[in-house]
Structure formats: structure tokens, C-alpha cells
């Protein structure tokens, strides 16, 4: 099956830094997924973005799906971006996801 | 529903007996997905429903685990005589379809907040 790698497995920032999480997937795929986990666990949706690039505030992800990668960029990280992020891509047509390890990443004041 | 709901938040069990955990997706999607995640791990796939058509439950770990979706809505996992290693998170997922009849069938996937299961 599709193996889905992320890097670094842990970052630690400085408030204020900014930070590049790496997403590579072993084959093609027709979409990815980037998702935040805060402390209490939730799976906040951050990026559905198949290829491309699309920003949403100080967060923007870019998928490159020829080169089989994608990337999430965080530009002055915030104690509340804090948490564990995944990348999680469709293994088949009905969209059953293959989750990467995490990121884990801890902002500190 | 404004998201996907589950029930309950957390749940402590004793070795042996059998839990229920209940998803609730988000209304009007037709695909429901059900993952679990062990302390520290990523998320791995265990069953998904998609409108009527029989569940794909090749992610199930052992036949102690079932599930099943009522009237296309509300979905049930069931975890028969629990053993310690079930403890974890179990996270549910649902999607809308996609239409004009592409390959990949469903949009993203949202997600519950999780029942958190613990087994003495």
C-alpha cells in the first residue's frame, strides 16, 4: 500500500519563527489532506489540496503531486500552533486515508 | 449537525467486557470512516460506509470488532470482550460525495472529537 513519511518527526519553535513540514507520499495520488491535532486531541482540517498551493492565514500548504510531495510552511508560529500535524492521503476511490506519523511541533513563548 | 459528534468522550472498561461507540456524521454525507489511534501514533483506518453499498471493514484488527450504520446516518462500533491493547482513541469521519462522476468519490473528510477508550 501508499506509505506516507513525515519530517522532521519533531520541531521546536520560538514564537514568532517560521517552520517548513514535509509530506512525501510512495505514489500517486488524486488528493492529500493536512490536519492540525491539538493538545486535547482534536483533528482540526487544515488543507485540502491535491496540487497547487493554498494559504489560509499565516498557514499555506504546497503539493507537488508529480514529485510526489507536499509541503505545509507556519510564518510567525503562535503558542497555539502547538500540537501534532498530519498529512493523510486516499489509498482508494472512496477515500479511505493513509496517515503519515506527525509532525509533532511545540511553539514556546 | 453542525460537525461530527461521538459518544462517549471517554470510557473506562474493565478487561473482558464490551463497549459501544457511537458516530454521528455530519448530515447529508454519505461516507462514514472509522480510525483509531494508540498513544502516540498516527491514525490507522478501520472501517468506512459509503451510502448503501456493503462496508469495506479490511482495516479491523480481529473479529472482535464490528460495526454497522443504521438508516445511512448514525454509525456503531463495537468492541467485544475488550483487551488492554484496544486502548486508544477512536476517531470517526465523514465525507460528502463527489459529483460528475470522478474516479475519487469523496471530498475530505471532517472529523468527532473521539471516544477515548481505557481498558484495566
Known amino acids: 500500500g501508499i506509505q506516507v513519511e513525515q519530517s522532521p518527526p519533531d520541531l521546536i519553535l520560538q514564537e514568532g519563527a517560521n517552520s517548513t513540514l514535509r509530506c512525501n507520499f510512495s505514489?500517486?495520488?488524486?488528493?492529500l489532506q493536512w490536519f492540525h491535532q491539538n493538545p486535547w486531541g482534536q483533528l482540526i482540517n487544515l488543507f485540502y489540496?491535491?496540487?497547487g498551493t493554498k494559504q489560509n492565514g499565516r498557514l499555506s500548504a504546497t503539493t507537488v503531486a508529480t514529485e510526489r510531495y507536499s509541503l505545509l510552511y507556519i510564518s510567525s508560529s503562535q503558542t497555539t500552533d502547538s500540537g501534532v500535524y498530519f498529512c493523510?492521503?486516499?489509498?482508494?476511490?472512496?477515500?479511505?486515508?493513509?496517515f503519515g506519523a506527525g509532525t509533532q511541533v511545540v511553539v514556546t513563548p | 449537525g453542525a460537525g461530527v459528534s461521538q459518544s462517549p468522550s471517554n470510557k473506562v472498561t474493565e478487561k473482558g467486557k464490551d463497549v459501544e461507540l457511537r458516530c454521528d456524521p455530519i448530515?447529508?454525507?454519505?461516507?462514514l470512516y472509522w480510525y483509531r489511534q494508540r498513544l502516540g501514533q498516527g491514525l490507522e483506518f478501520l472501517i468506512y460506509?459509503?451510502?448503501?453499498?456493503?462496508?469495506?471493514k479490511s482495516g479491523l484488527p480481529s473479529d472482535r470488532f464490528s460495526a454497522e450504520r443504521t438508516g445511512g446516518s448514525v454509525s456503531t462500533l463495537t468492541i467485544q470482550r475488550t483487551q488492554q491493547e484496544d486502548s486508544a482513541v477512536y476517531l470517526c469521519?465523514?465525507?460528502?460525495?463527489?459529483?460528475?462522476?470522478?474516479?475519487?468519490?469523496?471530498?475530505?473528510?471532517?472529523f468527532g472529537p473521539g471516544t477515548r477508550l481505557t481498558v484495566l
Open positions: 493523510a492521503v486516499p489509498t482508494d476511490s472512496w477515500g479511505k486515508l493513509q
Open positions: 489540496i491535491p496540487s
Open positions: 505514489d500517486s495520488v488524486n488528493n
Open positions: 469521519a465523514s465525507s460528502s460525495p463527489r459529483r460528475g462522476g470522478a474516479k475519487f468519490k469523496y471530498n475530505e473528510q471532517f
Open positions: 448530515s447529508g454525507h454519505t461516507a
Open positions: 460506509f459509503q451510502g448503501n453499498s456493503a462496508p469495506d
